[in-house]
């Protein structure tokens, strides 16, 4: 429209002041000619009071002077004022005549109105008469006699029973006025506000009755937007005519983002008609951008279609979730953990179960293949015992969704008392509401004191039988064997309490005891089946790994077929290493499992990603496999020197909790080597290089590979960063950036200065206000600053790569030929990379 926004009214600056009139008629363009300006603004309706003002300002002519003599004009201008003067009192008459007469022309049209309300009315009234006798003739009758009785009334009246007059447009005339009474007070608020919106006839034509009786200054926005959306299905309908009458209303899965060609696909509708949506919506997107759910939820209500939000969780829906119907319920085997506090023989009551039990002939202690194992008490009852070490490992595995305890055999020394793990080992019992069993061990021993450890147990409210309470009691020792089978029996009894049961026939579930990655096995889990019989050649989804059993090893080392509820087994054929308390659900194709695993990791990713700060090495250790589910953060460390290296090392295995542990994978003296770099590859560690520096092939293979190489100049910066790792608390840190290297040809003595290098800068640039390294054989042997940068003879900032130039270091001498010269500079930066 604005083909023009210069400001031209220069050009007709003494004849019209144009830009009175273009204030009130916003949107219009200033380099209309006038005429036409004001015809459009006499249009729409307010045109009386303003254009009048226009009017009288557009004749001014006491600039017209040329040629006369100074008295002429002198007079000239008076005889003009005067005639101004006397134009201005008549204006000014006229306008009080007009406005007198406007007032006597309001006052006839007032009598009118009432005379004609008064005979509305009456008509009123008598239509109400009517309306009691008989309906249908009435309206026709009353319809002749108000047209009859007012003529000017007449099209109001046949439209007024209809209750519609609301919407006649007819400001001027009265014609609106019959039925007010009924309508009381709000007529004249209405009236009124068709009025305004009468400013623009085509929007108040389409006013609603909700739009009409919504907010006034609200109701007008929304009636734009309105304009707008119909004035774009008026020109779709003109285009193509087809879109409306086509419309099928689809239902449109809306994940939690999509793109903007996607969306579209789903409606079904153009993408240039979507983005064109998107613009009115004030957002600028293309096919391929994405956008969120409420954005898109937008789109598709204006497009008319229904939202039905779908989550991309949606992919987890084909794991079988189906309750299982009470018939096809068989009982099944109680699965225990034994915890206490440390040395209180939990270890030794376990292997003192499991060596009790083993077949004849294999007395003297099996090895425990895995960390779970299943034993037939005398009476017969099975039970499945878990080796996990300590509470926090229970807990662990809760908080992934593993519950995978059903009774917990509380230990506790009876020649020692409650201790805090004790305690601690209670409130998370309790937390998963699993029964409790307490043995009190070390029966054997003299000093044994169990009543006093009963008492103890009062005070954080275990009452065990002997005391009157609900909680088994059973004296056992785990050297002499005393009373365990009586544990045993005490366990078949609280499980047959429990009336435990599973559906063995149905896809199998369960839940990772403990999983590492074993070097001629590849990645293992140990499961525990919860429910269901899993079986050889069962395609699986567990954690964010996915895989299809190749074979399955139960307690004893031995191969079996399957494994039905409550039986630990060793699962091989994973594609990767899940954790501990992962759940492992049998799923029917490998393509959905895959499906499941991908969504999975994705998921934890931006969850990692989202929780932000998250550096490699805190995700190498948020990653960190569970080993006795302890998380372990492996590294690799290189140092200048054997005493460096060693003291890495052993201020690394201090590091660590409960939680968390530093396991060295290597170390050793000298540069990072490509064997390095791949040995961290493989543990999935960051390598630290104290002193040293990663030689060109390593550098080149750890880029590739993503392996992190940090150097370090001092330990404890080291050892704080592995510990801020560890706890999740990587602060703020200080990165220097390698801005160049130089490698040295020549040593000149140069007397004042002392020994200057003769370098070639061979990437980036050295620059004199940088910190620099003197490194020989990518050992770190000097660090520092520079006492002089020169090229030729001059004292440079900076010398860029290709380039000869001349260094010294401040305050140290011992630079050789083919020592190389590290240039970097320090920064301080957010550790979220
Ligand atoms: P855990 O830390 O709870 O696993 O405890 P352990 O099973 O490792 O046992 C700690 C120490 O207590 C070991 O030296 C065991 O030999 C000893 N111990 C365990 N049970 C008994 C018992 O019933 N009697 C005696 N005398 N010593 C025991
Ligand atoms: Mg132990």
Redesign the pocket.
Known sequence: MSDNDGKKPLGLRGSRPANVKQSFSHGRTKNVVVETKRKRVVVPKPGPNKSGGGGTAGGDPSRRPAGISDAELDRRMKALQAAKAREAEDTARRAAEEKAREEERKRRREEIEAKEREEAERAERAKAKAEAEERKKQEEAEAARKAAAAPKAAPAAAAAPKAGEERSPNFRSPAATPRRNERDNRGDDRQNRNKKSNDDARRSGKLTLNQALSGNAGGRQKSMAAMKRKQERARQKAMGGTVEREKVIRDVQLPEAITVGELANRMAERVADVVKSLMQNGIMATQTQTIDADTAELVIEEFGHKVVRVSDADVEDVIDTIEDKEEDLISRPPVITIM?H????????LDAIRNARVTAGEAGGITQHIGAYQVTTESGTVLSFLDTPGHAAFTSMRSRGAQVTDIVVL?VAADDAVMPQTIEAIAHAKAAEVPMIVAI??C??PEANPDKVRTDLLQHEVIVEKMSGETQDVEV???SGQGLDELLEAIALQSEILELKANPNRAASGAVIEAQLDVGRGPVATVLVQNGTLKQGDIFVVGEQYGKVRALVDDKGDRVKEAGPSVPVEVLGLNGTPEAGDVLNVVESEAQAREIAEYRANAAKDKRAAAGAATTLEQLMATAKADENVSELPVVVKADVQGSAEAIVQAMEKIGNDEVRVRVLHSGVGAITESDVGLAEASGAPVFGFNVRANSPARNSANQKGVEIRYYSVIYDLVDDVKAAASGLLSAEIRENFIGYANIKEVFKVTGIGKVAGCIVTEGVARRSAGVRLLRDNVVIHEGTLKTLKRFKDEVAEVQSGQECGMAFESYDDIRPNDVIEIFEREEVERNL
């Not at 440390?342 to 009551?349: A, L, N, Q, W, Y």
């Open positions: 206490g440390v040395d209180h023989g939990k270890t030794s009551i230990v061990n070390k054997d021993k020792s785990a050297i």
